[in-house]
């Protein structure tokens, strides 16, 4: 089935590990998005690609960085992980220039516990 | 930074009843959209709305988009158990190079009670 493939669905770090959370997209959209899910605040953008070769910081960056490898994917890395990264992790990809009206395919998440 | 306000955080209601979610901004946006999200699952999209006034109907959800293009707001009638879940509203502002980024409400939980 087309949509958004996300890697892994649960993990459990260790404060100050790293890791890749990885994201694959068979739509062949343009655009791609991190976004984190915290209790009472929605959804918050960290990063995003508006298309290939191109990444641009979101509201809450700190912490992460990220790799669009080619059109299909997408990765997040924590390098140096922290309790307050605690949180359930959404990619998302959308159509460039029509990506507000398009509408975003999600990932079902990663579930992410910094112990 | 731009908000978007969603209310209420919490709807706790029995079935039949008919209840409403509202979306408001002070800014404008070009397009809003609202998404519906299960446990353990991302959200998903059930409407765009981009013309001021506009009103989009799916079953019994009614979806309206205010005059200025600041607000809006979701209409359940004869709520179902079934309708249980997240309710997230979401906007692209006018203006800027947000390339379509998303901003988000910060969602209303829905549970509807046999």
């Known amino acids: 089935n087309a949509g958004v493939t996300q890697t892994p669905k649960f993990q459990v770090l260790k404060t100050g590990q790293s890791m890749t959370l990885q994201c694959a997209q068979d739509?062949?959209?343009?655009?791609m998005y991190w976004y984190r899910q915290d209790p009472g605040m929605g959804l918050r953008l960290i990063y995003y690609?508006?298309?290939?070769?191109?990444?641009d910081k979101g509201e809450v960056p700190n912490g992460y960085n990220v790799s669009r490898l080619n059109k299909r994917e997408f990765s997040l890395r924590l390098e140096s992980a922290a309790p307050s990264q605690t949180s359930v992790y959404f990619c998302a990809s959308s159509s460039v220039g029509t990506g507000g009206v398009g509408g975003y395919t999600f990932g079902s998440g990663t579930r992410l516990t910094v112990v | 930074t731009q908000l978007l306000e969603q209310s209420p955080q919490f709807l706790s209601i029995q079935e039949g009843e008919n209840l409403t979610v509202y979306c408001n901004s002070s800014s404008v946006f070009s397009s809003l959209q609202w998404y519906r999200q299960e446990p353990g699952e991302g959200p998903v999209l059930l409407v765009t709305?981009?013309?001021?006034?506009e009103v989009k109907k799916l079953k019994r959800l009614t979806f309206q988009f205010g005059d200025a293009r600041k607000d809006s707001s979701l209409h359940i009638t004869a709520a179902q158990p079934g309708d249980t879940g997240l309710y997230l509203c979401?906007?692209?502002?006018?203006?800027?190079?947000?390339?379509?980024?998303?901003?988000f409400g910060q969602g209303t939980i829905l549970t509807v009670h046999p």
């Open positions: 739509m062949n959209h343009n655009s």
């Open positions: 709305v981009v013309t001021g006034g």
């Open positions: 979401a906007g692209v502002y006018a203006g800027g190079t947000s390339y379509g980024k998303l901003t």
């Open positions: 690609s508006a298309s290939e070769g191109t990444t």
